[in-house]
């Protein structure tokens, strides 16, 4: 051990800053998007098969090893898109920069289910086209590229106009994350569902294809007939009226059906006051 220690040399620490770099790069390309989730299953089963082969465990060693090599293969597959904006990134030297990524902190969830709630109730019935999704857990940096960032706070007037017709982001998808709207105008994977209703059209099929590849929660405002939707893991749920609404919202931002109690009541005591 001591040996091995006195053997360590400057070419060694240069390694281990290099490799620390690289894995450092990783996870900042990685970061908040659906990529990191594949990688942290990855590294769990890299552990998983280091840890068998060090108690002697070979044939499950071996099957982890297989595992693990084709599943680079398929990883360079399935995230073609981010890797080419990792190696653009890498062109541009971005990769390090000391940034923070997110992190707004959350205002009064009262006040931010007020204004969204108004905003969609409002569009609903003047019949304006609206697309939101609410990020949650799962990031969706690769979407929020596709779009323009705003990084504003969440006011019912900011919603509106971004949704007016022919306003320049009206277009595509609202990302919205704690206090703010992050980005408008973002592009979402449309879902394959055969089962979708014909009634519904592309809006409501990105809507689907989101909620489906991600735990985020969608709202949906049709131009056509103002009904308001809501798209989450993969199923559509049509014809939200008020109270639905507030209880969606109230769950995005409170998280518990007790909140929703509550924070139910306390709206309602702050309307019958006005
Ligand atoms: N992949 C997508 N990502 C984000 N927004 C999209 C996408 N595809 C379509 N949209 C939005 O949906 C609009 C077209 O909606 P369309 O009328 O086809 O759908 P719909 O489900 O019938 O909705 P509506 O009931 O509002 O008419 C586009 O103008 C665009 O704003």
Same mark, same amino acid.
């Given at each position: 051990m001591k040996n091995s220690i006195l053997q360590f040399t400057w070419l060694d620490i240069l390694d281990v800053l290099l490799v620390a770099t690289l894995i450092y790069g990783l996870l900042k390309i990685t970061?908040?998007?659906?990529a990191m989730q594949v990688l942290k299953g990855l590294g769990i089963i890299i552990v998983l098969a280091q840890f068998c082969e060090l108690i002697g465990l070979s044939a499950v060693t071996w099957l982890l090893n297989y595992v693990i090599n084709a599943g680079a293969v398929f990883l360079v597959i399935l995230f073609q898109p981010e890797l080419r904006r990792g190696l653009e990134k890498i062109g541009r030297g971005k990769?390090?920069? $000391?940034a923070q990524l997110g992190g707004s902190e959350n205002g009064d969830e009262v006040k931010l289910i007020e204004e969204i709630e108004r905003a969609v109730l409002n569009m609903s019935i003047r019949k304006i086209g609206a697309l939101m999704v609410f990020e949650r857990k799962t990031g969706l940096r690769d979407v929020i590229e596709s779009g323009t960032t705003l990084d504003a706070k969440i006011s019912s007037e900011l919603i509106e106009n971004v949704f007016f017709?022919?306003?320049?982001?009206?277009d595509g998808a609202m990302i919205l994350k704690n206090d703010k709207?992050?980005?408008?105008g973002c592009f979402l994977p449309l879902s394959?569902?055969?089962? $979708?209703?014909?009634?519904?059209?592309t809006r409501h099929r990105a809507a689907l294809g989101i909620s489906e590849i991600s735990d985020s929660i969608v709202l949906i405002v049709s131009e056509e007939t103002g009904v308001i939707s809501k798209a989450h893991e993969g199923t559509i749920t049509r014809y939200i009226d008020r109270k639905a609404l507030r209880e969606i919202l109230t769950d995005i931002f409170l998280g518990s059906k007790e909140k929703s109690v509550s924070i139910g009541t306390r709206i309602k005591r702050k309307v019958t006051r006005k």
């Open positions: 970061s908040h998007t659906r990769i390090f920069d $000391i017709p022919n306003s320049p982001m009206h709207v992050v980005a408008a394959d569902n055969k089962q $979708i209703s014909s009634e519904l059209g």
